[in-house]
């Protein structure tokens, strides 16, 4: 299993796509395309979770994070 955030990343990149989009006057012409690349940059972040997911794994757990300071009720 590996230590990259995916999680965090996958939710990450579509709020700050989502910000800079936002914060683009009204108008501008690369808006939709800029959108449409940040949603592609989504599904590829995605697909690529999807591929580091082991199906014959014996833990519990997959793909999960654990920061410090943060308690799980699990």
Same mark, same amino acid.
């Given at each position: 299993m590996t230590?990259? @955030?995916? !999680? %965090?990343l996958l +939710? !990450?990149?579509? /709020?700050?796509?989502?910000?800079? $989009?936002? =914060? /683009? @006057?009204? *108008?501008?012409?690369?808006? #939709?395309?800029?959108? /449409? *690349?940040?949603?592609?940059? %989504? !599904? +590829?972040? =995605?697909?690529? /979770? ?5 199906? *014959?794994?014996? %833990?519990? &757990?997959? !793909?999960?994070?654990? &920061?410090? *300071?943060? #308690?799980?009720? $699990?």
């Amino acid at each position: 299993m590996t230590d990259f @955030p995916w !999680l %965090t990343l996958l +939710l !990450l990149v579509p /709020m700050v796509g989502a910000a800079v $989009v936002a =914060g /683009m @006057p009204r *108008g501008f012409a690369k808006s #939709r395309e800029l959108a /449409m *690349g940040i949603s592609l940059v %989504t !599904l +590829l972040l =995605g697909v690529l /979770m999807a591929f580091q997911f082991d199906i *014959g794994s014996s %833990t519990q &757990y997959q !793909l999960s994070e654990v &920061y410090p *300071g943060f #308690r799980s009720s $699990v």
